[in-house]
């Protein structure tokens, strides 16, 4: 459930209604409500409330911005970062440095001494090479680096097939069978604290299936460790949960991914950890835009934003599902297509959809745009870096500020050699 509903005929979010944002912040913005963003964090950690002290880590790479990272830290969750960058930002928004998990195939030696000068919590290396790169990088500050081994479980996370990252074929992990090899060369070196496992299947997942397959093959190759004599303590399950699109999409809950992982890791005795990402905040986020004008066409009409492919890049990406809805429904439907300005036919958000009925100049929404939304956003076409809103009951504020193409093009400079 979300706060972005219709009252007297026009959508709000919380408090305000979303006329009145596009007013004085102008479109395209993303709105995110807080009392989403906080309800989503509690439903997920109450959820996983059958477990003995899970760590959360928030994954911010669903949406990393400072102000939605800083209700994430008060809401007790550290960090799953992928790039120093995103680990500064964490560190920016008050998330002790213990509670960041440091995860990404590429990471570089700046990023790992980085990490390790800060002390955060935890590194999950990816590949055997990354593994010996990090125990020679913390030998040489004297330090240990926490570490766990990113395994792929080759399951099938029955998902997109660019959001799969637990198949043997993803570049993801090191191969399950290779992987108690790798562990004990690994945590043998100087410089190493290895002490656990992790695992990511994919991102979107509509079933538990696949993850509890891939956590049964996890239990089974902790134990295979410990019977090798390594000391697990520590068993990241990553994250993946799935959030609905439209009315009627069935997901798995939080208390229902809760239950199986209890009944899986029951004789674990490890510290769990998680790494959520989409589901708090895809449905605490609409993408505001404003219908530019509707170009007659010969099987529907094009419905043209002024949002594009640069600001919401997920139906480009991955044919992603946005529902769409006018700020003040005037009770009629079309079928329409939906597609934004920017010259590439992959601009399109919906072929043949039935929607509120709207002409130009009206304002609209997409909804379930809170992840992988704003980050994923460019300048492409020299159009503006989209702006975020954070509303909170009656008010609301800017989080992002909108980055203009002057701005850009001011970073832009020709070479003296070319204009003499
Ligand atoms: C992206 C990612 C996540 C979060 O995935 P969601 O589908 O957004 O929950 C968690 N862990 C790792 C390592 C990731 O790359």
């Known amino acids: 459930m979300d706060y972005f509903q219709l009252k007297n005929g026009e959508l709000y979010a919380e408090d305000v209604p979303l006329e009145r944002i596009a007013q004085e912040v102008g479109t395209p913005a ?43 830290a008060n809401e007790g969750y550290g960090a799953d970062v992928v790039s120093g960058g995103e680990m500064e930002r964490a560190l920016a928004a008050g998330m002790p440095a213990k509670d960041i998990i440091f995860s990404g195939v590429g990471k570089t030696k700046d990023e790992m001494r980085r990490g390790l000068e800060k002390s955060i919590g935890q590194f999950n290396i990816e590949s055997e090479p990354e593994g010996i790169e990090l125990a020679s990088v913390a030998r040489d500050m004297g330090l240990q680096a926490p570490a766990t081994l990113r395994i792929n479980p080759d399951v099938d996370a029955g998902t997109h097939a660019k959001i799969s990252t637990g198949k043997a074929e993803n570049k993801f992990g090191v191969a399950i069978d290779e992987a108690p090899a790798i562990f004990g060369r690994l945590a043998g070196l100087d410089g190493m604290n290895l002490r656990g496992v992790a695992v990511h299947i994919g991102s979107q997942l509509g079933m538990l299936e696949p993850l509890e397959a891939a956590f ?6 902790v134990a295979d460790l410990r019977s090798a004599g390594h000391n697990i303590t520590h068993v990241d399950l990553g994250g993946g949960l799935g959030v609905p699109h439209k009315e009627g999409d069935q997901y798995p809950t939080p208390a229902q991914y809760g239950a199986m992982i209890a009944r899986v890791t029951k004789d674990w005795d490890v510290q769990l950890m998680f790494e ?16 530019i004008r509707v170009k007659p066409a010969k099987i529907n009409p094009y419905v043209i934003v002024d949002a594009a492919m640069n600001d919401l890049a997920r139906p480009s990406l991955y044919d992603a599902f946005h529902d ?51 980050t994923m956003a460019s300048t492409y076409n020299s159009r503006p870096l989209v702006a975020e809103v954070l509303v909170d009951g009656d008010r609301f504020a800017i989080v992002a500020e909108r980055i203009n193409p002057e701005t850009i093009l001011a970073a832009e400079q020709v070479p003296d050699w070319l204009t003499s």
């Open 30 to 72: 993303y709105v995110y409500s807080r009392a989403t963003l906080e309800r989503h964090a509690r439903v997920f950690r109450d959820g996983l409330s059958v477990l003995d002290n899970p760590h959360l880590a928030f994954a911010i790479k669903a949406n990393p911005n400072l102000a939605v990272l800083k209700i994430m």
């Open 324 to 374: 769409f809805a006018a700020v003040k429904p005037n009770g009629e439907k079309m079928v329409a297509n939906i597609a934004g300005p920017v010259c590439e036919t992959g601009d399109t958000f919906a072929i043949g959809r039935e929607i509120d009925s709207v002409s130009a100049g009206d304002l609209t929404i997409f909804r379930t745009a809170g992840a992988y939304g704003a």
């Open 216 to 221: 049964i093959k996890i239990g089974a190759l």
């Open 276 to 291: 959520p990402g989409r589901l708090i905040p895809a449905n605490a986020g609409v993408l505001l835009t404003e219908v």
